[in-house]
């Protein structure tokens, strides 16, 4: 029984990057063997176990077969004679597929180092085009680390696409990784990956047009602005959904699973993202109407991200200043101010007391308006 660890963990100390969990693969051992160990098992499609003491888990080593389309389509096999090589040769990727042993010593049999120093993301072998995550798994490793696909890897991906391989794909993988992706520190590439192998067509219809001409450009330079930034998932979705039409946001949305703020950030900005930009020139009673129709006195902070999606999208990919936002954000905290509590005490005209909040408001907003800079500062310069 030997004991290797492998993927992730070994890639990423390679590369001089922080381990946050290991994966271990057991060669020789049987699953009454590692019972008997103390390990716990958890695995239901093959023999998974949890270390009794760290709780990390450890696989036996396996091999599988292609059943049936997609990526629940597998048939596994865990035994004692099943070897490292074998195990690592159905990984996705050579730098996923380096193991290192007891000793500290490196095994890399498809040449995984060698394409880390070269920064390239090479499939390990003929297995890849057998499961269509995979498409998503090479994209998202292209946002993560900025690595070049290998030709031959994204000619593969081409195929599996023209196949109607990611057909197969389930709504909810697809959204796990897209957003992970989001994430990471260049978000950008793994859309220009998925566009440049056919899938973002295929996958994500209502994005294709945003990612093609200078249009991909502009949604590029938005994207990994915003990814510099620090900006959350739901400011990141909208920026990349925004401008595509509410109904094909909507239906994106609906078939993804989109988590609740992603898709009200993203509908919000298609609606109201030039109406933003020209905010600085709008009258008080224009900007009140602005402010109730995103809702922004109830959900103040929902607002602060539109106005940060708007910002990222206008000044990085424009090159041009936001004064627009400062002016809201004045606006906002002006109507914000307006006691409304008190306008309505003692008021038995609900239609009236409405009227006089509105009137307050408005009255607010105007001298916040009055009080403004002529030159204000863009907003929230945010971390570079």
Same mark, same amino acid.
């Given at each position: 029984?030997? =004991?290797?660890?492998? +993927?992730?963990?070994?890639?990423?100390?390679?590369?001089?990057?922080?381990v946050?969990?290991? #994966?271990?693969?057991?060669?020789?051992?049987?699953?009454?063997?590692m019972?008997?160990?103390?390990?716990?098992? =958890?695995?239901?499609?093959?023999?998974?176990?949890?270390?009794?003491?760290?709780?990390? $888990?450890?696989?036996?080593?396996?091999?599988?077969?292609?059943?049936?389309?997609?990526?629940?389509?597998?048939?596994?096999?865990?035994?004692?004679?099943?070897?490292?090589?074998?195990?690592?040769?159905?990984? #996705?990727?050579?730098i996923?597929?380096?193991?290192?042993?007891?000793?500290?010593?490196?095994? #890399?049999?498809?040449?995984?180092?060698?394409?880390?120093?070269?920064?390239?993301?090479?499939?390990? +072998?003929?297995?890849?085009?057998?499961?269509? =995550?995979?498409?998503?798994?090479?994209?998202?490793?292209?946002?993560?680390?900025d690595?070049?696909?290998?030709?031959?890897?994204?000619?593969?991906?081409?195929?599996?696409?023209?196949?109607? $391989?990611?057909?197969?794909?389930?709504?909810?993988?697809?959204?796990?990784?897209?957003?992970?992706?989001?994430?990471?520190?260049?978000?950008?590439?793994?859309?220009?990956?998925?566009?440049?192998?056919?899938?973002?067509?295929?996958?994500?219809?209502?994005?294709?047009?945003?990612?093609?001409?200078?249009?991909?450009?502009h949604?590029?330079?938005?994207?990994?602005?915003? *990814?510099?930034?620090?900006?959350? @998932?739901?400011?990141?979705?909208?920026?990349?959904?925004?401008?595509?039409?509410?109904?094909?946001?909507?239906?994106?949305?609906?078939?993804?699973?989109?988590?609740?703020?992603?898709?009200?950030?993203?509908?919000?900005?298609?609606?109201?993202?030039?109406?933003?930009?020209?905010?600085?020139?709008?009258?008080? #009673?224009?900007?009140?109407?602005?402010?109730? *129709?995103?809702?922004?006195?109830?959900?103040?902070?929902?607002?602060?991200?539109? @106005?940060?999606?708007?910002?990222?999208?206008?000044?990085?990919?424009e090159?041009?200043?936001?004064?627009?936002?400062?002016?809201?954000?004045?606006?906002?905290?002006?109507?914000?101010?307006?006691?409304?509590?008190?306008?309505?005490q003692?008021?038995?005209?609900?239609?009236?007391?409405?009227?006089?909040?509105?009137?307050?408001?408005?009255?607010?907003?105007?001298?916040?308006?009055?009080?403004?800079?002529?030159s204000?500062?863009? @907003?929230?310069?945010?971390?570079?």
């Amino acid at each position: 029984m030997k =004991v290797y660890a492998v +993927g992730g963990a070994v890639r990423d100390e390679l590369l001089g990057l922080p381990v946050a969990d290991r #994966d271990y693969v057991v060669v020789g051992a049987t699953p009454g063997q590692m019972t008997k160990l103390g390990y716990k098992p =958890v695995g239901k499609d093959f023999p998974v176990f949890l270390h009794p003491e760290t709780h990390e $888990e450890y696989a036996l080593a396996r091999t599988e077969r292609k059943t049936a389309r997609g990526y629940h389509g597998f048939e596994f096999h865990a035994a004692p004679e099943v070897t490292l090589e074998q195990d690592l040769a159905r990984r #996705d990727l050579t730098i996923n597929a380096i193991a290192k042993d007891e000793r500290g010593r490196i095994i #890399d049999p498809f040449g995984g180092v060698a394409d880390l120093k070269a920064r390239v993301l090479r499939h390990v +072998g003929p297995a890849f085009a057998e499961d269509p =995550v995979r498409i998503l798994r090479v994209a998202r490793f292209a946002a993560r680390f900025d690595f070049a696909i290998a030709p031959e890897t994204l000619q593969v991906m081409r195929t599996m696409v023209a196949n109607g $391989e990611a057909d197969a794909l389930v709504a909810e993988r697809v959204w796990q990784e897209l957003a992970r992706g989001l994430m990471e520190r260049h978000p950008s590439r793994m859309f220009r990956a998925l566009a440049a192998c056919g899938a973002l067509a295929a996958m994500l219809p209502e994005l294709a047009a945003q990612f093609a001409g200078s249009a991909g450009t502009h949604a590029s330079m938005a994207l990994d602005a915003a *990814a510099a930034r620090e900006l959350g @998932l739901a400011a990141r979705y909208a920026l990349i959904a925004m401008r595509a039409n509410e109904a094909a946001i909507s239906a994106l949305c609906d078939r993804l699973r989109v988590p609740q703020d992603c898709r009200e950030l993203a509908l919000l900005a298609a609606r109201h993202h030039a109406e933003i930009s020209d905010a600085l020139a709008f009258q008080a #009673d224009a900007v009140l109407r602005l402010l109730q *129709a995103t809702d922004a006195l109830r959900r103040p902070n929902r607002f602060m991200q539109l @106005l940060e999606v708007c910002a990222v999208d206008k000044r990085e990919a424009e090159a041009a200043p936001f004064p627009s936002g400062d002016w809201l954000k004045a606006a906002l905290a002006a109507a914000q101010a307006v006691d409304a509590g008190a306008i309505a005490q003692g008021s038995r005209d609900a239609a009236q007391t409405k009227q006089r909040i509105a009137q307050a408001r408005l009255a607010a907003i105007r001298s916040a308006k009055g009080a403004r800079p002529k030159s204000t500062p863009a @907003l929230n310069q945010g971390k570079r």
